[in-house]
């Protein structure tokens, strides 16, 4: 039986990697003394690896495809196939931006003022490159962790490093100079692997019920009871991804209605559409949006 070799990301996208598999319909099952979980597909086989490190393992056709940060791809240059964007972190679905920082009292304003200066970050390459292309000369260093607290203890000027609200590095008296890259999880392939269709269908499979779960996320489903006299009142109300779908219930002048919508909705269309005449309205979660 073929199989498809799939790395999943090991550390802070770990947790959000295997619920939006659990979502899309692959249940991913993880030992602490075991770098090859189980997945209820045969055709795939998981295996566990730092997001830092996904793309060289593709790019080498260890793994057929992966999960990683768009941020990993560029700093290790790797040349893969980009499949899809899923943006979806561990706490939010929102990228992290990955930024220059220094303390609140540092007289660096912009990223000329750090000129042979001295940069600590986990990114070093792309940050080496970053400087190199606007012609400004620093000193990058690679940081094993605990990189706010290089800045604010002097080991360092600045740091480039990743945040999602900017909130943290406030707390910690940083103020951001600039953001330097977006960055995304990202389903990526061996170009090799593309190129073979069967790997390609199963990749593409991956990617089309792994986007309908992302999209499931900010969704929910709602379903009323509406008298046939009501009905136009209530449409008017209800934001859809196509036509709503009515119909009519059993011997009765009442119809049912139901759609999908935004989860920020819900809080205020359901009294607008109880004043409209409908009843009986469930909502519900979704797991898939295709």
């Known amino acids: 039986m073929k199989q498809l070799i799939l790395g999943i990301p090991k550390g802070s996208l770990q947790e ?13 099952t993880l030992s602490d003394r075991n770098y090859f979980p189980e997945i209820n597909d045969p055709e795939i086989s998981c295996s566990i690896c730092r997001a830092q490190e996904m793309s ?40 992290a931006r ?46 094993w962790g605990a990189t706010e607290a290089k800045v604010i203890s002097g080991l360092c000027d600045a740091i480039v490093e990743v945040t999602e609200t900017g909130a943290t590095m406030r707390a910690n008296g940083l103020r951001i100079v600039k953001e330097l890259m977006q960055s995304n999880t990202q389903l990526i392939a061996n170009p090799k692997a593309w190129e073979d269709p069967w790997k390609r269908e199963k990749i593409e499979e991956i990617s089309l019920l ?38 009519h219930l059993y011997q009765s002048d009442w119809l049912s209605v139901e759609t999908v919508i935004s989860k920020n909705a819900v809080r205020e269309l359901i009294p607008q559409l109880i004043k409209a005449g409908a009843e009986g309205i469930i909502e519900y979660s979704l797991n898939k949006v295709i």
């Open 16 to 28: 959000s990697t295997l619920r939006l598999f659990r979502q899309s319909g692959w249940r991913i």
């Open 210 to 247: 792994l986007q309908g779960a992302l999209r499931a996320e900010d969704l929910v489903g709602l379903k009323m009871n509406v008298p046939e006299d009501r009905l136009s009142s209530v449409i008017e109300l209800l934001p859809s991804l196509n036509a709503p779908t009515v119909a």
């Open 98 to 143: 990955w930024v220059l920082a220094v303390p609140m009292d540092s007289p660096v304003c912009e990223l000329e003022d750090l000129k042979g200066k001295k940069i600590s970050t986990e990114l070093v390459n792309f940050t080496k490159r970053y400087f190199g292309s606007r012609d400004i000369h620093v000193q990058v260093e690679f940081s």
């Open 56 to 95: 060289r393992y593709v790019e080498s056709g260890t793994f057929d495809a992966g999960l990683t940060g768009r941020d990993w791809i560029m700093e290790n240059d790797s040349s893969v196939q980009i499949v899809a964007d899923l943006i979806y972190s561990k706490v939010s679905q929102r990228p």
